[in-house]
């Protein structure tokens, strides 16, 4: 999902930096709500390990240049549904700026398109999870429909998004369309494997998880855990 360089230019680069100021200011109203709720050391706590796995996302795991952008196997969904919602933003857009910063420099220029992609899908992601999964199950005893739904949801908000970068640099040639597609069609094929790999999360979730107090290194509703 990193938008190549040269996609966006210029005097359009200020969209971007207004999208992110958007999503990462919901961000913070978010995490501020995840303090209430579950204390400030909680956050830090869920929002470090996110940091270290989208990181781990970005420069382990296999990732390939396609079209306009790259296929990243990111497991937005894994983070959201183990740690919540905040903290996964925060490890999104933190994660993000610090492959910039240590081994990918030259997508710092892009830093807000790419926050902005990451940091709206999770919004969608979320928002989507409420109506998708009922308020009294928890998050390990969902079905792998549901999981294949949040998963559609996730991948596919990446890839309009990456789209939306695109035209909105590039207009509507023939040769930027055709890049589009082949971004979006290598993208959906994560699809197929995400799924595959929250079941697997969950399921250890529930074979080695017994208590039903929280923790603080878990989002609340993984088990529906009491305080």
């Known amino acids: 999902m990193h938008i190549e360089a040269g996609v966006v230019q210029g005097a359009k680069m200020v969209l971007s930096y207004a999208t992110a100021v958007s999503v990462v200011g919901v961000g913070v109203k978010l995490a501020y709500e995840s303090i209430q709720e579950s204390g400030v050391v909680s956050l830090l706590l869920k929002s470090m390990v996110s940091i270290l796995v989208v990181f781990m996302c970005f420069e382990v795991l296999p990732h390939?240049?396609?079209?306009?952008?790259?296929?990243?196997?990111?497991?937005?969904?894994?983070?959201?549904?183990?740690?919540?919602?905040?903290?996964?933003?925060?490890?999104?857009?933190?994660?993000?700026?610090?492959?910039?910063?240590?081994?990918?420099?030259?997508?710092?220029?892009?830093?807000?398109?790419?926050?902005?992609?990451?940091?709206?899908?999770?919004?969608?992601?979320?928002?989507?999870?409420?109506?998708?999964?009922?308020?009294?199950?928890?998050?390990?005893?969902?079905?792998?429909?549901?999981?294949?739904?949040m998963s559609l949801v996730w991948e596919g908000a990446i890839v309009s998004w990456v789209a939306f970068w695109a035209l909105y640099g590039q207009g509507f040639g023939v040769e930027n369309l055709s890049e589009i597609a082949s971004f979006g069609s290598a993208y959906m094929l994560v699809v197929l494997l995400e799924p595959f790999i929250d079941m697997a999360v969950l399921a250890g979730v529930k074979a080695f998880y017994k208590s039903d107090k929280c923790s603080m290194l878990f989002d609340k509703r993984l088990t529906n855990c009491r305080a």
């Open 64 to 149: 390939y240049p396609v079209g306009v952008s790259e296929v990243h196997l990111i497991l937005g969904t894994t983070l959201l549904l183990v740690f919540g919602v905040a903290p996964t933003m925060v490890g999104l857009s933190l994660g993000l700026l610090l492959q910039g910063v240590t081994v990918a420099q030259f997508d710092l220029p892009q830093y807000g398109i790419n926050v902005t992609t990451l940091l709206a899908s999770m919004l969608i992601l979320h928002y989507a999870t409420q109506k998708i999964i009922p308020s009294g199950i928890a998050y390990k005893d969902i079905s792998y429909t549901q999981m294949l739904k």
